[in-house]
T-cell receptor, first 114, second 113 residues
Framework: GQQVMQIPQYQHVQEGEDFTTYCNSS?????IQWYKQRPGGHPVFLIQ?????EVKKQKRLTFQFGEAKKNSSLHITATQTTDVGTYFC??????????????FGKGTKLSVKP | KAGVTQTPRYLIKTRGQQVTLSCSPI?????VSWYQQTPGQGLQFLFE???????NKGNFPGRFSGRQFSNSRSEMNVSTLELGDSALYLC????????????FGPGTRLLVL
């Protein structure tokens, strides 16, 4: 079936270390969205990437969309304890027809040790 | 603006029963989508409604259905509940659809006994 694979499943870092999570799809995506979910909370939108090879930055967060629009990554520089949570990518496939589907990766749970 | 609201927040049902969950989108948003979140399967897209019509649908059985009203409020119904339906059900709204930012509600946690 349609899948977006996300790795790693868990990441434990020391505060100040960098963190990266990767998403990969077997088919081309219309766009990819990234969300963060804090423990006990709901997903909160971070960013959307649409163009092939697109790179966007938000302070310490850098998001990339692959040239083939099949993979994406989120990199956090110098993690802080406020970065704790689960990061999800969501790939949009087939939009425009009735089979459009927003497919979420399983998420990467980030813990940060002070 | 007020955020997305979902009712009820918690629900306990028994196998075989049916359940209806409600979602009120952000004012002005016409698209409402529904998701199931479980520890094992993660977040899975159920369906999207826009202007009272189901526009996109994920891979869930027909026991899962929904509808949208003229004020964009949406309901999701699950019939003949199974133990595996225990999950957090999230709805999200956006102005025009899945290609935009999804604003999630707090979710309804459903436990099926």
């Amino acid at each position: 079936g349609q899948q977006v694979m996300q790795i790693p499943q868990y990441q434990h870092v020391q505060e100040g270390e960098d963190f990266t999570t990767y998403c990969n799809s077997s088919t081309t995506l219309s766009n990819i969205q990234w969300y963060k979910q804090r423990p006990g909370g709901h997903p909160v939108f971070l960013i959307q990437l649409v163009k092939s090879g697109e790179v966007k930055k938000q302070k310490r967060l850098t998001f990339q969309f692959g040239e083939a629009k099949k993979n994406s990554s989120l990199h956090i520089t110098a993690t802080q304890t406020t970065d704790v949570g689960t990061y999800f990518c969501a790939g949009l496939k087939g939009y425009g027809g009735s089979q459009g589907n927003l497919i979420f990766g399983k998420g990467t749970k980030l813990s940060v040790k002070p | 603006k007020a955020g997305v609201t979902q009712t009820p927040r918690y629900l306990i049902k028994t196998r075989g029963q049916q359940v209806t969950l409600s979602c009120s989108p952000i004012s002005g948003h016409r698209s409402v989508s529904w998701y199931q979140q479980t520890p094992g399967q993660g977040l899975q897209f159920l369906f999207e409604y826009f202007s009272e019509t189901q526009r996109n649908k994920g891979n869930f059985p027909g026991r899962f259905s929904g509808r949208q009203f003229s004020n964009s409020r949406s309901e999701m119904n699950v019939s003949t509940l199974e133990l595996g339906d225990s999950a957090l059900y999230l709805c999200a709204s956006s102005l025009q659809g899945l290609q935009e930012t999804q604003y999630f509600g707090p979710g309804t946690r459903l436990l099926v006994l």
